[in-house]
């Protein structure tokens, strides 16, 4: 069994890939444009699509955890967001 991340560690790899390069070797961009994504990397050989369909499922699972995100978030900060906007108003006029 290989190494996770090619016995790298996820900070590096995780680093590469947030900045658009290969994870790999960090020697390539990810797009050649806009949304254009590159088939692999010519300089270390690694296939960024994997498999076909390769991404269609994160993309579906983040889009469900953005929306569940976007339920819970407003309804979990309501509080803070009150609070918060009371101290910064506090904090600017505490005279009203
Ligand atoms: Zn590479």
């Known amino acids: 069994m290989a190494a996770l ?9 995780l680093r590469r890939g947030l900045s658009l390069r290969c994870p790999r070797c960090g020697g390539t961009r990810l797009f050649r444009g806009w949304f254009a994504m590159a ?10 699509e994997r498999a076909q369909g390769y991404f269609v499922g994160p993309v579906g699972r983040l889009r469900v955890l953005w929306g569940a995100f976007g339920v819970v978030f407003p309804i979990w900060f309501f509080r803070y967001s009150r609070g918060l906007w009371l101290a910064l108003e506090y904090w600017l006029n505490p005279e009203p």
């Open 5 to 13: 991340g090619g016995g790298e560690g996820a900070g590096p790899v």
């Open 39 to 48: 088939p692999g990397c010519p300089l270390c050989g690694l296939r960024f």
